[in-house]
């Protein structure tokens, strides 16, 4: 079974810090979806990123970049230079998929961190 | 990008009523949809998988005869909580996959519907 872990339950930093969000994962299979969601108080999942198992490559984004590290297990989020409006609660996610590379299209979430970014 | 949305967005209702909550694809056709569950201060939990005209898939755990799903046309998906009860009160998200799009997996949320139940 696939297992997503956010071992950082919060985080809280003052404006223009560097941050970095945790996210470990447990998968059988080769073939996977890493994601990144921001839920503002509103509640609205926002996307921000999906990785597949095969491209290690990192990514960058503005203010956000992304390491996934197969060899850890690790799909880590950064956010440089913070801003108050950066706080919210950030969701790693994992949806496996077939050898053809086809999502089953079921996100298992880790907990959750929730970041405050103070002025 | 695809919109995908619920309705209704917050509903307060007594105990052992029933609840309706619609989820629909705005501008694209969903084969699928996702409904998770989310308690508050934690993680989201896929409660059930919605399939066009067949019977939905529910996870384990998950009471099907409390939690109906119906899956009737390519753009709209219903919960309904039966005979609803306090420790039902959660916020209900949706999810659709957009087709053309399911080797990559692009799944859009709705906004989400906050249940409490009194």
């Known amino acids: 079974a696939q297992k997503v872990t956010q071992a950082q339950t919060e985080i809280s930093v003052v404006e223009k810090e560097d941050v970095t969000l945790d996210c470990v994962y447990e998968t059988r299979d080769t073939t996977y979806y890493l994601f990144w969601y921001k839920q503002p108080p509103s509640g609205e999942l926002v996307f921000l990123i999906r990785r597949n198992s095969f491209d290690e490559q990192n990514e960058i984004s503005g203010r956000y970049s992304w390491n996934f590290q197969k060899s850890t297990s690790s799909f880590n989020f950064t956010i440089t230079a913070s801003q108050v409006v950066d706080s919210a609660v950030y969701f790693c996610?994992?949806?496996?998929?077939?050898?053809?590379?086809?999502?089953?299209?079921?996100?298992?979430f880790g907990q959750g961190t929730i970041l405050t970014v103070h002025p | 990008g695809a919109v995908v949305s619920q309705h209704p967005s917050w509903v307060i209702c007594k105990s052992g009523t029933s609840v309706k909550i619609e989820c629909r694809s705005l501008?694209?056709?969903?084969?699928?949809m996702f409904w998770y569950r989310q308690f508050p201060k934690q993680s989201l939990m896929l409660m059930a998988t919605?399939?066009?005209?067949?019977?939905?898939?529910?996870e384990q755990g998950v009471e099907k005869d409390k939690f109906l799903i119906n899956h009737a046309s390519l753009t709209l998906s219903t919960l309904t909580v039966t005979s609803a009860h306090p420790e039902d009160s959660s916020f209900y998200i949706c999810s659709a996959r957009d087709p053309p799009a399911e080797s990559t997996d692009t799944q859009y949320f709705g906004p989400g519907t906050r249940l409490t139940v009194l």
């Open positions: 501008d694209f056709q969903a084969t699928t």
């Open positions: 919605s399939n066009e005209g067949s019977k939905a898939t529910y």
């Open positions: 996610a994992l949806s496996e998929a077939n050898a053809g590379g086809t999502s089953y299209g079921k996100l298992t």
